[in-house]
């Protein structure tokens, strides 16, 4: 793997400061920007499996922005709040923590060497379903869900929200998900139609990229994300 240069970043985000880290080829030249991908941890937070997993894209060629979406007491509104406010259950596009994720996400594309055209993200369990709200940006060429817990009911975001989807999302499901259930994988699909990618995995569970990481079904997921950012950002 090449050589990676990691650099932290504070982003004022509604009274609060996001803690961040940006990953990027030591190689990278600030006058050809790269892709950038903003990377959404899940409920556990920036464990040593997200920081591996971004460095791993960084080492393909991206620019890798991992958010610690708990720091600065975010862990209330990300742990807590979203749980008991309407906006979160819903997961609307009022939701102030979408709004920050917006926030990270514009700060990423201001960053030099970044391609503010050329941007995909991962969401997963808790922000999963904050990839819904971002895919209605057209920059954001190559949107991930694995598995999406916010948005209680139907599709994981409201019809309105769904319909403004702009690109293709890619998205891992995984059987007897309580969190992400079939009723809400189908509906999901049922409203994007062909601009979504499933890719069910029937021997897998909820945390591909976590509980699930070093099996089969785990492997078999993040080798398709790749290939998908391949694809779609390079």
């Known amino acids: 793997m090449p050589d990676i240069t990691k650099e932290k ?29 903003l990377f959404l941890h ?8 997200v920081t591996a997993d971004v460095r791993e894209l960084a080492g393909l060629g991206y620019a890798v922005l991992a958010p610690d979406l708990y720091s600065d007491m975010g862990a209330t509104r990300f742990c807590i709040r979203e749980f008991f406010n309407e906006a979160g259950v819903k997961n609307r596009s009022d939701n102030p923590a979408l709004q920050e994720i917006f926030t990270v996400l514009d700060y990423l594309k201001t960053l030099d060497g970044v391609d503010a055209g050329r941007i995909g993200a991962v ?4 922000t999963g379903g904050f990839i819904i709200h971002l895919a209605k940006r057209p920059e954001l060429k190559a949107p991930v869900i694995f598995h999406h817990s916010l948005g209680l009911f139907g599709a994981g975001a409201p019809r309105r929200d769904v319909a403004e989807v702009q690109n293709t999302i890619q998205a891992h499901f995984v059987p007897g998900d309580l969190f992400c259930p079939k009723l809400k994988q189908d509906s999901l699909k049922a409203a994007l139609g062909d601009k979504l990618e499933v890719h069910f995995h029937p021997d897998g569970h909820h945390g591909l990229r976590s509980r699930d990481r070093n099996t089969p079904a785990g492997r078999e997921a993040w080798k398709l994300t790749k290939e998908f950012f391949r694809q779609q950002l390079t």
């Open 42 to 49: 899940e409920i556990f937070g920036v464990t040593r499996q």
């Open 9 to 37: 970043h504070r982003i004022a985000v509604y009274g609060r400061i996001v803690e961040s880290s940006l990953f990027r080829p030591a190689a990278a030249s600030r006058t050809a920007p790269v892709p950038g991908i």
């Open 123 to 126: 969401g997963m369990c808790l």
